[in-house]
């Protein structure tokens, strides 16, 4: 894409940011921020998000939805953000937990254990990955007291990282801007470290991803990653496990979900050492990663879980799909509301099934240097 083009997509999308979510949208949350799109705006990035996934799994299908990620996860995150941030909180990704360990709790031990991979320390400048609302970023500043830019595609959810930043008086440690991590702007070697956070699933060609982070960190740097994958005991062409991580890619607006030696083999083409190379999700715990999703009560570690658990599990997904099934049906939600949740509802079952199955991990951590001495210096 040439640079002109590349302005011209910023632009159109802010302007369409703008349009959809109206105007202090980044303080707005749950029903109120749902209930505040403009409505024909919404049903844009419904069908914008939607167009790609019609079953097909094709090489066509497939290049299509490869070409278009920036546009498709655009608008994928304009119509879920809301729903992740009522569900989860404001961190969208998977943790591990272990007996008695509360929601937050586990999730905030995740982001800290990648940061310690990562080698963080205090004052490091390091880049956030695909960064979300700034959940991690947030908790990652205070848990280390380095400094963070986070990267992002979607303008809602900057909006909204530096709202949150600004609440809870990290706005100096941090800063969100507009980019997409298959075409940085940063310099070469500018930051300390990199860490990114289920969210260079989103690529559509790994090497090319990882190749930009190699870029902008600086040597001897450290990049961690929590990757999501499918594992070695997934087969494309059996068509049961096809169907899983189709789920996956329908419901989490996912152009192609890659087996885990593409992602290990892109870490080397970028040049980087492997210095870690673990699936966390492979283990006994006795409380799977996905358990939220499952609505077994069995798993549920605290009572103060029960209000996330609720909304997180299959009965809890119902009540939403129910409730906003009756809001758009009486105008008060708009078009295309009820097709997220639905897709959302295929990312559930997907998720769920990849992760008893083992055919799926979203925590596939990788460690990764780059070198002292690059080639191009000897
Ligand atoms: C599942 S969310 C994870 C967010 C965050 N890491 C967290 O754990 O809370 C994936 C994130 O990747 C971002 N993303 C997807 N494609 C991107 C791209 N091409 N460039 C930059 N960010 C992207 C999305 O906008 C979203 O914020």
Redesign the pocket.
Known sequence: MTEENNQELRRRQAEFSKKLHGEDSATKTGLKAFLSKDKSAQKEAVSKYLKHWDGKVDTEAENARLED??ES??AY?NVVTDF?EYGWG????FCRFSKGENFNAAMARHEHYLAYMADIKANDLVL?????????AREIVKFTDCNVIG????DY?IEKAKWYAKKTGLQDKMDFVK????NMDFDENTFDKVY?????C??PDLAKCYSEIYKVLKPGGRFAVYEWVMTENYDENNEAHRKVAYEIELG?GIPKMFKVEVAKDALVKAGFNVLVDKDLADNDDPVPWYYPLTGDWKYVQSLGDLATFFRTSYLGRKFTSSMVSLMEKIGVAPEGSCKVTEALEQAAVGLVAGGKSKLFTPMMLFVAEKPLQTDTDQ
């Open positions: 990620y920036n996860t655009h995150y992740y404001s961190s969208f990704h956030d990955v695909g960064c979300g609302v700034g959940g991690p990267l992002n595609n979607n959810q980019g997409d991590f298959m990114a956070i289920e969210a260079t989103h690529a989490d």
